[in-house]
């Protein structure tokens, strides 16, 4: 029988973007609304309603900069920054952000995703970077795709499976250096993190955990990079989620975009890429992990793993959060903000079976 409460210690999400300016202002909030104060913040600005205006974060001071944007909206939440991989990060620059706090490096093939075209073509020119964040301590942060191409039959269904090769090699050449799968979404992505050793691990989001193919195709709110795969690959993350395995933890990826440019497409421009569940998190994985059976799985999922993975061990002085049993909790369709910071999130109008109680000292 399942409990009508459960206390989570310190759920922490290691994958999420909070976006600059009036936007924001609006999101950074939202975090610790959904039940989390540990945020792992990815080294891309995003601004409305053009994302290409502001440029990534690849030096230290931009990250120190950021984190007190951040901390000014929010000082309840605890802001982990990152770098963005780019020809400008030298080992130096490595040796620094981890004097400085930093904690990861962010990579994105280029042209993958929303504001990709800065990214990286080949890894090996990177080796150096890589090898002063294995000697600092810094973790790899992986957006494991290939860019689409023609010529090798490769497109959004097929592209993650094509990026586990390169995963492979970079823990074979770098063996201490922690690498993170970011938002994996397919069984041959699982069983490759499973293969590897322990300094390998692997995010997983909720949205990958409700969505497949069919609930994208159409249905712009649906539609993130990487997409949602097979029913299948969604059956592999909801069998390593039961599992309790240590080295798969939430990472939400949660990608707020103003609703003119999500809901809608042009002939020359797509529909944003990106799902936003920062909001409503916590309650969502429950309802989630709820219905395949890991309810009992939730508080390793969302916090003691990814925690242990960065070093981030709940403390006494932290808190717990408490979710009840809710009765016709359902998101709205409303969303938040108005005009080019509207957003609306994930699972709006359907029925959570969860809901944020209070938060609860540990003692």
């Known amino acids: 029988m399942s409990p009508d409460t459960i206390s989570v210690a310190s759920p922490a999400d290691f994958h999420v973007h909070l976006r600059q300016g009036p936007l924001a202002e609006l999101v950074t909030k939202h975090v610790r609304q959904g039940g989390f104060r540990l945020a792992y913040v990815m080294a891309r600005y995003r601004s409305a309603p053009r994302p290409n205006l502001k440029p990534p974060i690849t030096n230290t001071e ?46 994105y093939p280029r042209g993958v995703t929303t504001n990709s075209e800065g990214g990286i073509e080949s890894y090996e020119a990177y080796y150096p970077v890589f090898a002063a964040m294995e000697e600092a301590g810094l973790v790899l942060n992986l957006h494991g795709e290939v860019p689409s191409a023609a010529a090798t039959n490769t497109c959004v269904l097929n592209a993650e499976p ?28 699982v069983e490759c993190v499973r293969a590897l050793g322990d ?25 993130c990079k990487p997409v949602a795969k097979y029913p299948d690959d969604r059956a592999a993350l909801w069998e390593v989620v039961r599992e309790g395995h240590p080295r798969f933890f939430l990472g939400s990826d949660s990608a707020p975009h103003p609703a003119e440019t ?23 994985v429950a309802h989630l992990l709820e219905s395949f059976g890991a309810l009992d799985k939730l508080e390793g999922f969302v916090s003691a793993h990814g925690r242990a993975f960065y070093g981030r061990p709940v403390s006494e ?21 108005t005009g080019a910071t509207h957003v609306v999130p994930f699972w709006a109008g359907k029925t959570l079976g969860w809901e944020i109680a209070e938060e609860e000292q540990v003692s």
């Open 62 to 107: 931009q990250a120190l900069l950021y984190r007190a944007q951040l901390q000014a909206i929010d000082p309840a939440v605890e802001y982990l920054m990152t770098l963005y991989l780019c020809p400008e990060l030298t080992p130096d620059e490595i040796r620094k952000a981890a004097r400085a706090g930093v904690v990861g490096v962010k990579s």
């Open 317 to 337: 002085s932290e808190r717990r959060v408490v979710l009840r049993r809710a009765s016709n909790m359902v998101v709205g369709i409303e969303g938040y903000g």
């Open 162 to 189: 094509a990026f586990l090769p390169h995963l492979r090699a970079l823990h074979a050449a770098f063996p201490r250096l922690r690498i993170v799968l970011e938002h994996a979404t397919t069984r041959a992505a």
């Open 199 to 223: 300094t390998v691990a692997c995010t997983i989001t909720a949205h990958h955990l409700a969505l497949t193919v069919d609930d994208w195709a159409g249905q712009a709110w649906h539609f």
């Open 262 to 284: 999500k809901a809608t497409a042009a002939p020359t421009q797509p529909c944003a890429a990106g799902v936003y569940t920062s909001p409503i998190l916590l309650p969502l």
